[in-house]
């Protein structure tokens, strides 16, 4: 636009007037959060602090998430194998000390209530079947579930029956069924190869596992994982071993939500490669499906209890906060700052957490459970101009848009016993908002020269661009005063009408805001290369007078001592205007000191510990004078230890100090241990070997070692233990020890033999102590030329045996006596003598005795060593058929071992010489027992 510029316009001055803004480091509104909490929440509250720019904001949330206190009843099953293979390398021994391990850690009085009075155990054990060892019960029947447990023992054919893994589960979980506990848990504790299952009827082809049993029917022959001959069909799906049922039932134990732990005791040492695969196969697809709630513990008790720790988080007694979410909507007025985030649990940063910020939104969620203090910051960035924020329906007021809220709805959801969530309150900020003063002038003249730009002014700053607006007239207005948000106002008429109609002339808005400058009092140490300290900080307007602070007392600086303070930087008085930014600097000069440091490194039995046994600080280059003597301290000077301490220091400890030392000497400190392994009869060794403290008593095994009786012939050996071979009280040297053992002889019989008079063996016997023989029939002795012989007893009694006999038979001898008879020659009777059958004499005409006395023939008291002695008559006698007499009173002469025996009764013959004799009287024979003289 041209036109004539008139001559009062030469000294024409841009006309722009500033009101002065407000404008600073405004803080945020600290929210009041609602006094009711969640349970798990115990303080929660959110912040929001303009930044000083005035057009951003850090948002600060805090809270503090606590454990929360359970008291859930939990029920345990301890399920023990007692089956055969388990009495192998001490693992039924160890089986029962890590229950009992168990049992006292779970009811340890140091446990909080949730865990002693909280938690019941039962016991099973299981071989082909299972039993009830002890039903569920609480801390106060501890040591009753422990003697329970000390009497389990293997069944004596369990060699047999094999081990029923199912059945010790199926078992469990009926004591389960009937469990109100919010926690069930299993352990089993097995050598893992079950060798029984219960028959499968019903089957699975999605999941290929066994649903449904008959537990009447057992499968399996104790000795063989697989079924051979008895694997079996269910409808056409072959179970071909006792593990897929074993595992079904597992299967069908933790779909009831009951969580099992397994530790398997199998041990490879047999060279059984197959089956110690089978075992860890079984155990972990029997344990709850998490490789740490399973465990191969082999036969080490050690090993066992390391997982006990996994066992008692199934036990919560407190449970923390999880899926943590803090989600934080901000409004469209508003920007995330990128990477502006930080997170931190009480003082420390903390990185368990994933950020989103899409859909203009802070998400932040937590990962896995949480407990804790925290804090979490993150910036937000204006996106409008303070008009758009008044065109949005906000209001201004003193130089600020007042009220201005961050966010739009921030909530902590989390879950804690429960689904919870918390809502903040959202803060709000004072925005300011700058007034200024509109100022009119020509952007070029009538006469085409230009208008002048904005003019300068001090303190402040042209801000933004002109805004063009054309004037309805040609007349020069004063300008407007007006505020942000407010429209322009048509100038009024005024100072100055041009002379001409030209073209409308084009006037300019110029913004001004007042400068800010920074301020910083500060210290610095040890010269210009210690450490800055910030004493005050501030954003002023420009020109602000603000506060000197007193300059602090020279700090103790390591290594140095105080030598002078330097003030060339920093003002004089009580105050400063501050017109730029700016640094004032307080510089405390020291002069370095080194120290010393004397350190005894310590290996006591592996356990290393560093101990400072004393400091030396002297000015740098000085000598060191106060060196610590170090010794072995008095208790690792006992002979249960090996100790060695190094003579010098790592370093010289003569030479001046230039900088910081650390001098060390070394002590290490071994415990003497000694082997010592106790053996049974068998020389095997019993239980694990001891590592016994020098000076210190070795454990005695329990029970007593027992020796096996020995029996040679009729004598037992019992052999009864006496102690041990060494002392073991007191051990100085690794000791291999062995029982000693009384022994007592006990005679289980004594042996009777039953001989014939000719040593002939007739009847063996055995008797025990004190007892009656019984002696055999009646024996005979065949009579032989000059005797025979009649069984007469035994020659010794066998009555309360009390040794060895041998009984021999007795016999009474009986001589064979042949009279001899001398006939007379002439008294051969003629044959005519014979008489006639009719010529008997009658009875009657017998002679009388009396009549005629006869000649009699008498044998009186004679012996076998004595000659027969015959009286002849004096007259002949017919001959006459002998008469055989048998008397059996005789009584043997000598002994039953020198004569001769036919155990038949002495017979003696007697011719009867004469018809007379034969009729009228006889020869009578007799023995007296007595020897003839």
């Known amino acids: 636009m041209r036109g004539r510029r008139k001559e009062f316009m030469a000294g024409f001055l841009s006309l722009v007037l500033v009101v002065s803004m407000m404008f600073g480091n405004v803080a945020g509104i600290t929210t009041a959060e609602a006094s ?395 925005i300011p908002a700058y007034q200024y003063t509109v100022g009119y002038s020509f952007e070029s003249f009538p006469d085409g020269s230009a208008s002048p730009s904005p003019a300068p002014i001090t303190g402040y700053q042209f801000y933004g661009d002109p805004v063009d607006f054309t004037l309805s007239s040609y007349d020069h207005y004063q300008s407007p005063v007006v505020t942000l948000g407010q429209s322009v106002l048509t100038p009024v008429s005024g100072v100055y009408t041009f002379s001409n109609n030209n073209a409308p002339t084009v006037f300019v808005l110029a913004d001004y805001k007042l400068v800010t400058v920074t301020y910083t009092f500060s210290t610095v140490n040890n010269g210009n290369t210690g450490a800055t300290d910030v004493l005050a900080t501030g954003t002023v307007p420009y020109s602000t007078t603000v506060v000197i602070p007193s300059a602090p007392a020279a700090e103790a600086v390591s290594g140095a001592v105080f030598n002078s303070l330097i003030t060339d930087s920093w003002p004089l008085g009580s105050e400063v205007k501050v017109t730029a930014d700016v640094t004032y600097v307080l510089i405390y000069k020291y002069d370095n000191t080194f120290t010393a440091t004397y350190k005894l490194d310590s290996d006591i039995d592996g356990v290393l510990s560093s101990t400072v046994v004393g400091t030396e600080t002297v000015v740098s280059g000085s000598v060191l004078g106060a060196v610590p003597t170090v010794t072995i301290p008095p208790q690792y000077l006992a002979d249960k230890y090996n100790t060695s301490l190094s003579d010098n220091w790592d370093g010289d400890v003569t030479a001046p100090l230039t900088s910081d030392k650390v001098f060390t000497k070394t002590l290490v400190v071994t415990t003497k241990r000694y082997d010592v392994r106790f053996f049974d009869a068998n020389n095997v060794q019993i239980g694990d070997t001891q590592s016994v403290i020098h000076g210190e008593s070795a454990v005695e095994p329990t029970p007593a070692p027992t020796k096996d009786s020995v029996t040679n012939g009729n004598i037992r050996t019992d052999y009864f233990f006496a102690g041990w071979d060494k002392e073991f009280n007191k051990v100085t040297q690794a000791l291999d020890i062995y029982p000693t053992f009384t022994s007592e002889d006990v005679v289980l019989y004594y042996t009777v033999t039953f001989k014939n008079w000719d040593g002939t063996i007739l009847f063996t016997e055995q008797v025990v102590p004190g007892g009656d023989a019984t002696a055999p029939s009646d024996p005979e002795r065949t009579a032989d030329s000059s005797f025979t012989y009649t069984f007469a007893g035994w020659d010794t009694v066998f009555t309360n045996v009390s040794e060895d006999l041998v009984v021999t038979a007795l016999y009474d001898p009986h001589q064979i006596i042949v009279p001899t008879v001398t006939p007379v020659p002439t008294q051969t009777p003629e044959p005519t003598a014979t008489p006639e059958p009719t010529a008997t004499p009658e009875p009657t005409a017998t002679p009388e005795a009396t009549a005629t006395p006869e000649p009699i023939v008498i044998i009186e008291d004679q012996t076998p060593e004595a000659p027969v002695v015959i009286t002849e008559a004096p007259t002949a006698t017919p001959t006459v058929e002998p008469v055989l007499i048998v008397e059996e009173d005789a009584t043997p002469q000598g002994s039953a071992d020198t004569l001769p025996q036919t155990g038949t009764a002495s017979v003696t013959l007697l011719y009867l010489l004469g018809a007379a004799l034969a009729v009228s009287g006889g020869i009578v024979l007799k023995k007296s027992g007595k020897r003839a003289k």
Do not use: C
């Open 36 to 430: 009711v909490l969640p349970s798990g929440l115990t303080q929660a509250s959110k912040t929001a602090v303009l930044e000083s720019d005035g057009k951003s904001a850090t948002v600060t949330f805090n809270f503090n998430l606590e454990d929360l206190t359970v008291n859930q009843q939990t029920d345990i099953i301890l399920v023990l194998d007692a089956s055969d293979p388990m009495t192998g390398h001490s693992r039924l021994d160890n089986m029962r000390k890590a229950a009992n391990n168990f049992i006292d850690t779970v009811f340890n009085d140091n446990k909080t209530a949730a865990y002693k009075d909280y938690v019941n155990i039962g016991v099973v054990s299981f071989s082909k079947s299972a039993t009830v060892v002890a039903s569920l019960a609480g801390a106060s029947q501890a040591n009753a579930l422990k003697s329970s447990i000390n009497g389990i023992q293997q069944d004596p054919n369990s060699n047999t029956d094999g081990a029923n893994i199912q059945a010790g589960l199926h078992t469990a979980e009926t004591l389960l069924d009937s469990s109100t506990a919010s926690n069930k848990i299993i352990i089993l504790i097995s050598y893992g190869v079950p060798t029984h299952s219960f028959l499968g009827t019903g089957y699975s082809t999605v999941s290929n596992l066994i649903t449904s049993f008959n537990y009447g029917n057992t499968k399996g022959n104790g000795q063989n994982y697989l079924l051979g001959s008895a694997s079996y069909s269910i409808g056409g799906n072959w179970v071909t071993d006792n593990g897929l049922p074993t595992l079904s039932e597992a299967a069908l134990i933790k779909a009831g939500n009951v969580k099992i732990f397994t530790a398997n005791f199998y041990n490879r040492n047999n060279g059984e490669t197959d089956y110690h695969t089978i075992a860890n196969a079984i155990m972990e697809g029997i344990a709850t499906a998490n490789t740490s709630e399973y465990v191969v513990a082999d036969n080490s008790v050690v090993a066992i209890n390391k997982f006990y720790d996994t066992i008692m988080a199934g036990i919560p007694a407190t449970i923390s906060a999880s899926n943590v979410v803090l989600e934080d909507v901000i409004p469209s007025y508003f920007t995330y700052v990128d990477g502006s985030l930080t997170v931190k649990k009480g003082t420390a940063d903390y990185t368990a957490f994933t950020l989103d910020t899409s859909n203009n939104k802070v998400k932040v969620s937590f990962n896995g459970a949480t407990s804790g203090a925290f804090t979490i910051s993150y910036k937000i960035a204006l996106n409008e101009t303070a008009s758009q924020l008044v065109a949005d329906g906000f209001t201004f007021s003193n130089g600020y848009i007042v009220n201005v809220p961050t966010n739009n709805g921030a909530v902590l959801s989390y879950t804690q016993n429960g689904a919870k969530s918390f809502s903040f309150t959202d803060p709000t900020v004072n």
